[in-house]
């Protein structure tokens, strides 16, 4: 199974190189459609089917609405891997790449046209605070737990000291699930709690924890009350 597997993602590959932004290729191989060739600008735009358009790059259909939409998110946290070895260039994460026509040197989200004529909105975004540009050790997806609580988990309460009650009944019995936080004291109470762990590390052999909802819960510090009522 292992050497089958290898070989069919070596001819996967060699199809990819050869032929990426053929109509075959676009309609049966998924990854073809987020690559992007920097010597090849011109059939990347024409054929690629899905990043072009992701990134409003083809200038007569540029999606207004996508860029408004965009543009209205409250935070934007771009997650760079220091070990990425799947994007690449791994400044990709933060909206880095290469020139048109060369693979070096290496573009700065700044200075792209992306973000210079604000195709997607990032710039609108940058330029009001809510761009949030991370960078953290291990390979792709491989945050910790605790790079996860320090850059993404303030990102998730509101803005203001909030309140929710929500009744939930558990084996017949009413409780009420609590949360009490603000996003300074959030990131502040996980100092004592942090950890290396990884939480993703980007492999197929990754288990997701046995409960995703009380996984998240544990994250956000939401507390569990019995209701005394």
């Known amino acids: 199974m ?22 075959y290729v676009q309609a049966h191989l998924a990854p073809s459609g987020y690559l992007k060739f920097p010597n090849d600008i011109p059939h990347y735009l024409e054929k690629c089917r899905f990043l072009p358009k992701l990134n409003n790059e083809i200038p007569q259909e540029r999606n207004t609405t996508y860029k408004e939409r965009f543009s209205s998110l409250q935070n ?12 690449i260039p791994k400044e990709t994460a933060w909206f880095g790449y290469y020139p048109d026509g060369a693979f070096e040197p290496i573009v700065p989200a700044h200075q792209t046209v992306l973000y210079t004529e604000d195709w997607i909105g990032l710039k609108a975004l940058d330029d009001a605070g809510r761009v949030h540009f991370v960078n953290v050790s291990g390979g792709h997806l491989g945050i910790s737990r605790s790079d996860m609580k320090k850059h993404v988990v303030p990102f998730l309460v509101d803005e203001a000291s909030i309140q929710k009650h929500s ?19 959030v990131a502040g109470s996980f100092i004592d709690e942090t950890s290396n762990e990884r939480i993703l590390d980007g492999s197929s052999s990754y288990q997701w924890p046995s409960s995703v909802k009380n996984f998240f819960r544990e994250l956000v510090g939401i507390a569990e009350e019995n209701d005394s009522d």
Do not use: W
């Not at 771009?78 to 994007?87: C, G, P, Y």
């Not at 009744?167 to 300074?184: C, D, F, S």
């Open 76 to 87: 934007l946290v771009l997650i760079m891997f220091e070990n990425d070895n799947v994007l």
């Open 167 to 185: 009744n939930a009944r558990v084996h017949g019995h009413p409780r009420t699930i609590t949360q009490h936080y603000h996003r300074k004291q």
């Open 2 to 23: 292992v050497l089958q597997s290898g070989i069919f993602c070596i001819l996967a590959d060699a199809l990819i190189r050869s032929e990426i932004y053929s109509d």
